[in-house]
């Protein structure tokens, strides 16, 4: 803590703080680029070097080549930069190339042979400050403090973050990824067919590893010791945020440790041992994916004016495999999600019926024990059709009118490695991360490194865990497909303008996606009942039967002068779910706490329930939703189908006389499942098919324009042709362009913070009056912008049935949105109801955008010429609003805290030749 002092700046800017106490630090930050871990950032180095060779082997053989290749670099940060200014980047480096080559054979005046071969390389490298190879690297890990050979990561309370961040104990990511692609096309041409048909191979690898808290973390804190004597009275004026100031400072002083984490995996399907570093220093994973596909079609000039083009594919997309026989999976499948409840969806629901048993792991596929054993099964039968024509109408004039429609199917198998690494890398009985937490008090000087693996590979995770997730693929998990339609007309004008309209529709059937299965139950085993009794002021019995024997804050309960229900009403936690109606996170708190019983899932033991009451996996932790995986058990399957149609409106103007312009309009509109989150958030897990709104893509109208002029200046133009020879070189091959696009709001859900449905809080809220769709427009107040300048926030009306009994009621917080006359418009949902305002069901803020651009070209001799040019991006300098807050029941709600759309110019130039 010295160390880290030591290297605190001094205050410079006394305008923040309290003038005696507290100050700011103000310094000017200079980045040489600046990415994300993951390399998908948008500012960041770059070096790029193109090649293309062609030769003519001979008359009937032609042979290509062209190649690709960059290298960027730029500083990162996990968390972003470093709260210092002395502190410590991490660096991102990336190598992406492609290399393709071709063969084309003419092999007779009818039949024309092509070969194409390819690899598509992604190199990236991105490293934690501790990490990097450089000076910086070592001068980072010298300020980390080092046990029996381990560095430490620490993780102050009062400034975290500060010089390295802790975030860094997972962000140094390396991976090395070419897909290798391989096809030969034949054509052949006879009478009015033209047939062609060919097959395609694809071998994807990707061979990566990352370091998740292998350097541990210790995260600074109290512990299990009181920190006493700063507060209001030893220090008379002090204040609530300043009195945890100064406990938070006398705690990072003291070096006082509240827990630390150190992450273990398993090299190999050869090596079933935890190891953690020094022995180990990266988690690897070596993915594998091979596809193919084949295809034969049909051309076919029926008239002079009508084309018929007919054809199938068949497509096939391996399983994957890890390279290291790593390939993890439940015992006996998919079925084994379920654990002690059994091996279906049918199992879900029951408590008490237990028909399967703990659920463990075992590795599968290729260089593993069990190589004859898969994630999923091949999926063989991937045939889709395609038909389409062409037809030149008789009528508007002759070849002025042509009419094509088409119909046609596609797979879409190939997977994501960075999502598949995700869902089972980090699977409990390959992968674990070791906690530990002092009983008493321990300093940085004191840490017990290496901390010893809590649990051996492939063991079952006990039911007294309840925080770890499962995620795992369904057996018969198969390939989605997507069908494709369209209809349109095209009409050709004088001037070289065209117009078109068609109408446009898709719809994805068997789409992949993630179930939660660890929802919480709150029907059938009389929780909510229970619930609703409780926060009305009664008694419980099943709270009794539940915390008998325990002091929940009112002494031991006995069901008589101590019952259940008083108690879970004078716990400061259960409180606050009963006073808000949070059911759902009332339920996850007796599945998973620990309190008056120091077991996870105690309380159940306690009451001689089955402890499957209230989930149906109760091994893992509940489902608490997001992008990383929600938590709890997941069933990763094709439970999505989504639906799209438009109707597209086009005006084109071919280049003539330096001028060429288009435009185009649609009218859409997308449905599907929630696809906020590959895992889906079920509003009501038990009917999934409830769940289908408008997709977050979608925008009702979009408009696209686009053009450019070049400037009637110079020989052969309007203005000037007969200027001399140094003016026309100045005035001539100027062009002028343009780009504008404008898309409706995306749509948006209005949300209920209230779990009372599931342990969630993605509800929706109750409409209790008119809520109009088009509610919602930007408008600068005083202190900001809002989207709902007409709406009102109060306390939800519901706050009067909560009891008074043990100050319960104190606790509400949830809030009703009403119009400008006070008329109640929402309201949070009740214990055990589901939202009724439909989800997606306003529009957010539009888009604008328009960019332009002017070229200048001066040719230097017959075949090359120098190219300037200037972009301003939003010459509008027009601010794109981000969405409001959404959440009725946020002190922010409607407020809107972000926006993109700074004007920017950019300046660039080349040789073309």
């Not at 199938?312 to 998919?334: A, C, D, F």
């Not at 088409?406 to 674990?432: C, E, K, V, W």
């Not at 709104?693 to 696209?704: E, M, N, Q, S, V």
Request: hydrophobic share 35%; net charge neutral.
């Amino acid at each position: 803590m010295q160390a880290t002092i030591a290297r605190m700046a001094l205050p410079n800017d006394f305008t923040v703080g309290d003038g005696l106490n507290t100050a700011g630090i103000r310094w000017v930050r200079r980045f040489d680029g600046l990415d994300l871990a993951n390399g998908n950032g948008e500012f960041s180095n770059r070096d790029q070097y193109n090649l293309r060779f062609d030769h003519n082997l001979n008359a009937n053989h032609k042979f290509s080549f062209s190649g690709t290749r960059e290298s960027d670099w730029s500083m990162t940060s996990q968390a972003g930069p470093p709260n210092w200014p002395n502190g410590f980047n991490g660096l991102v480096t990336k190598a992406p190339t492609v290399y393709t080559s071709s063969l084309v054979s003419t092999l007779s005046p009818t039949l024309l042979n092509e070969f194409r071969g390819g690899l598509r390389t992604s190199v990236q490298d991105g490293r934690a400050p501790f990490d990097r190879s450089d000076s910086v690297g070592a001068a980072a890990l010298a300020t980390m403090p080092d046990y029996n050979g381990i560095p430490v990561l620490v993780n102050p309370l009062e400034f975290a973050q500060n010089f390295i961040s802790t975030a860094g104990a997972g962000s140094t990511r390396h991976s090395v990824s070419p897909l290798y692609t391989f096809t030969d096309t034949l054509s052949w041409t006879q009478g009015r067919h033209a047939f062609k048909g060919g097959l395609e191979f694809r071998f994807e690898h990707s061979d990566a590893w990352n370091t998740p808290s292998f350097i541990p973390v210790a995260a600074l804190g109290a512990g299990s010791v009181a920190v006493t004597g700063i507060d209001g009275t030893t220090v008379p004026g002090l204040s609530g945020a300043n009195q945890t100031a100064a406990r938070n400072l006398l705690i990072d002083l003291a070096g006082s440790v509240n827990s630390v984490q150190q992450g273990y995996t398993i090299p190999n399907a050869k090596n079933l041992t935890y190891e953690g570093y020094p022995q180990l220093t990266k988690n690897a994973s070596d993915w594998h994916q091979n596809e193919s596909s084949a295809f034969f079609k049909d051309d076919w000039k029926v008239r002079s004016d009508l084309t018929l083009n007919v054809g199938v594919r068949w497509e096939y997309y391996g399983v994957p495999y890890e390279g290291n026989g790593k390939m993890v999976r439940p015992l006996g499948g998919s079925s084994g999600l379920w654990g002690i409840s059994g091996t279906s969806f049918a199992d879900m629901y029951q408590p008490g019926r237990l028909n399967g048993a703990l659920t463990s792991v075992e590795l599968v596929g290729k260089n593993s024990q069990q190589p004859g054993k898969q994630l999923y099964k091949d999926d063989w039968n991937n045939f889709s059709p395609a038909v389409g024509l062409s037809w030149s109408v008789p009528w508007l004039g002759k070849d002025k009118t042509v009419l094509r429609a088409g119909y046609g199917m596609n797979y879409t198998g190939s997977i994501t490695f960075f999502g598949f690494d995700t869902a089972l890398n980090r699977t409990p009985g390959i992968f674990q991360y070791t906690n530990y937490t002092p009983g008493t008090y321990l300093s940085l000087a004191n840490i017990p490194l290496p901390l010893a693996p809590v649990s051996q590979p492939l063991q079952a995770v006990p039911l007294t865990d309840r925080t770890q997730t499962l995620e795992s693929f369904d057996n018969n998990r198969v390939d989605p497909y997507i069908q494709n339609w369209n209809f349109g007309i095209q009409h050709q004008l004088p001037g070289n303008f065209t117009v078109e309209a068609r109408y446009l529709g898709s719809k994805g059937t068997k789409l992949w996606g993630g179930i939660p299965l660890n929802d919480v139950n709150i029907f059938e085993n009389g929780i909510l009942d229970a619930f609703n009794v409780t926060r009305a002021g009664g008694n419980a019995p099943l709270f009794d039967q539940m915390l008998r024997g325990l002091n929940f804050g009112l002494g031991a309960v006995n069901g008589t002068t101590v019952t259940g229900s008083a108690s879970l009403r004078q716990n400061t936690t259960t409180r606050a779910f009963l006073a808000n109606g949070n059911v759902g996170g009332f339920a996850n708190f007796l599945n998973t706490t620990s309190t008056a019983t120091n077991v996870n899932g105690g309380l159940l033991q306690n009451g001689g329930l089955p402890q499957n009451f209230i989930v149906v996996n109760p091994q893992f932790g509940s489902v608490g939703g997001g992008s990383s995986g929600g938590g709890g058990v997941t069933l990763d399957s094709n439970p999505g189908n989504s639906t799209y149609h438009a109707m597209e409106l086009l005006v084109t103007k071919r280049l003539s006389h330096g001028f060429a312009y288009q435009t185009s309009y649609s009218w859409s509109r997308s449905l599907g499942e929630n696809d906020d989150d590959v895992v889906k958030n079920y509003l009501n897990p038990r009917n999934r098919a409830g769940d289908k709104a408008l997709l977050g893509f979608h925008h009702t109208h979009d408009i696209r324009s686009n053009g450019s002029v070049e400037l009637p200046f110079g020989p052969n133009r309007a203005f000037m042709g007969n200027a001399p020879g140094w003016v026309s070189r100045l005035v001539e091959r100027w062009q002028f362009g343009s780009i504008l696009g404008w898309s409706s709001g995306a749509p948006l859900s209005l949300t209920a913070a209230t779990s009372t449905f599931t342990q969630g809080t993605g509800n929706t809220p109750v409409a209790a009056g008119g809520f109009p769709k088009n509610s919602g427009s930007v408008t600068k107040v005083a202190n900001g912008v809002v989207y709902f300048n007409s709406l009102q926030q109060i306390a939800d009306p519901a706050g009067s049935s909560v009891t008074a009994l043990q100050g319960t009621n104190s606790s509400f917080s949830n809030k009703a949105i009403t119009d400008s006359q006070g008329r109640l418009l929402l309201v949070n949902p009740a214990p055990g109801q589901l939202g009724t305002l439909g989800q997606k069901w306003i529009e957010g803020p539009n888009t604008i955008n328009l960019d332009i651009d002017l070229i200048k070209r001066v040719k230097i001799r017959e075949r090359k010429e120098f190219e300037l040019r200037i972009d301003a991006l939003n010459v509008l300098n027009h601010p794109n609003f981000a969405a409001p807050t959404l959440n009725i029941d946020s002190t922010s709600f409607g407020r809107i805290t972000a926006a993109t759309g700074n004007r920017t110019f950019r300046m660039s130039a080349r040789v073309n030749f």
